[in-house]
């Protein structure tokens, strides 16, 4: 009778528990009709509480930003899309535009889109600090990469507010997956732009029973080891940038002797830092800075991410060439990421996912014969060994293997992420497709992209995809001046 009792009363525990563990997953899900600038239809805003320490499920709590932009049928699709931004440390609530006017636009009509803040980013205890970021302090935004006292100050200022060590990537995609679930949806389909896309694939890895499908833009690997993919990408597009100003008449014109201009710019860094006259953005007066070459190629590589900024870059280095760095700066401070990027997640992640994996011979292997060279990668892995690291094992790196259906689309002149992390990556997707555009960077704009998207998100399949319509895709007309919005004075 006693066993019988003990067997009732543990019975009924068990049941009040997992009662209590689905009531506790509702209050913790907060999700209002909200009005958001500039988009029309239904939306929700609101939070999603998690544990900052998962595996503890005690401690710190995190509330997760949440935007839900409902579909405009009334017969909507049960499986919505969810963004991914990229950085790492760009917050996904910042691209709710993507469903209004973007290319992600066209798919509301028959899907939510979901955008949820990473842990870390945004509003979901954002880790924000300040490395080089502000334009006014031109000694500092201009200065050497990654200062150790700024990487210091950062730490101290977010270890206030956070465990730095538990905002990896598989921890805030095991948080995506319990959004997921709280928000009532079943198989979901992913959208990852750049880090997002590595993210994306992270997720699959971990959750692919909650997957329909994924589209992977300026696709990123797990194997990157970031920042180890930049002197190599940047070098590579920089080459197609000088084939085709040579192939353009306007550009040939202006810029006839463009690479010879370049390394004769790079040249003058031999003996260390140089002393140029640029514009104080809050003054809007004159000063002379003293700028190293680390900072100047890491301008130059920002503005090779994608073809609309690379269009710019000949005048830029035609500029240098003649003694003008103007040109140069307004370009690294309309540019810059900085302000848009929570630099704590961002330490966090690339210090845990990739500095650890760099060898002595991936440092020279990937670093030579390019103009970003090796300092910014020894800089970013100095910076690293100030930081706190997440458990990361070593498999992570391993490429996803997946039978999930997934597009990939990859620009040749991609200066952060091109073809060839996308060809390593469909090789172990069956039912994937890299869609290759010659004259594309690290972007997602453009009809031809969002129709193949959208073809590929109604379908679910990679199959039968027409991508003819990227043949006809060309760069921007290279420019002969800066545009004046981008003026400083």
Known sequence: MRNRMTILVATMFIGWASQ???????????????????????????????????????????????????????TAAPDPIFWLHG???????????????????????????????????????????????????????????FPRNKVLECRQKLEKIADLRLYTTPIAMDDLDEVRSALGYGKINLFGGSY????????????????????LIGVATPNIKQPLLFPRSAQHAMDLLFTDCAADELCRKEFPALSQEFNAVLDRFAKGPLTVELINPASKKREQVKLPRSNFVERIRLAMYNTGSQRFVPFIIHRAFLNDYIPWEEA?????????????????????????????????????????????????????????KGEIPPSYIDLVKSDLPVLLISGEADGSSPLW????????????????????????????????????????????LDTSCTTSIHRPPFATEMPKQFALE
């Open 332 to 388: 690294a401070v309309r540019l810059s990421p900085g302000r848009g990027v929570a630099r704590g997640m961002y330490l966090t992640v690339t210090c845990s996912e990739g500095v650890p994996f760099i060898s002595d011979k991936d440092l020279v292997a990937e670093t030579r014969a390019t103009f970003v060279g090796e300092e910014r990668v020894k800089r970013h892995m100095e910076a690293c060994q100030d930081w706190p």
């Open 421 to 464: 992390f996308g060809e390593s990556a469909v090789r172990l997707l069956p039912n994937g497709r890299q869609v290759k555009i010659r004259y594309y960077g690290h972007q997602m704009d453009g009809d031809c992209v969002q129709g193949i998207f959208q073809k590929f998100i109604s379908t679910g399949s990679s199959k039968d």
């Open 87 to 145: 950085g790492p440390g760009a917050a996904a609530t910042d691209s709710i535009g993507l469903g209004q006017n973007g290319i992600l636009a066209p798919s509301r009509q028959e899907r939510d889109l979901v955008f949820v803040d990473q842990r870390g980013t945004g509003a979901s205890n954002g880790l924000k600090c300040n490395l080089e970021d502000d334009p006014a302090d031109m000694q500092d935004f201009f200065g050497e990469l």
């Open 20 to 74: 209590c563990a689905g009531q506790s997953a509702a209050a913790r899900l907060v999700l209002e009709p909200c009005q958001l600038p500039g988009v029309e239809g239904e939306a929700r805003c609101g939070s999603y509480e998690v544990f900052e320490n998962r595996a503890a499920k005690s401690g710190r709590v995190i509330k997760l930003k949440i935007v839900v932009l409902k579909a405009q049928s009334k």
């Open 196 to 215: 997002g896309s590595l993210a994306a694939q992270i997720y699959m890895r971990r959750h692919p029973e909650s997957v329909r499908s994924v589209v």
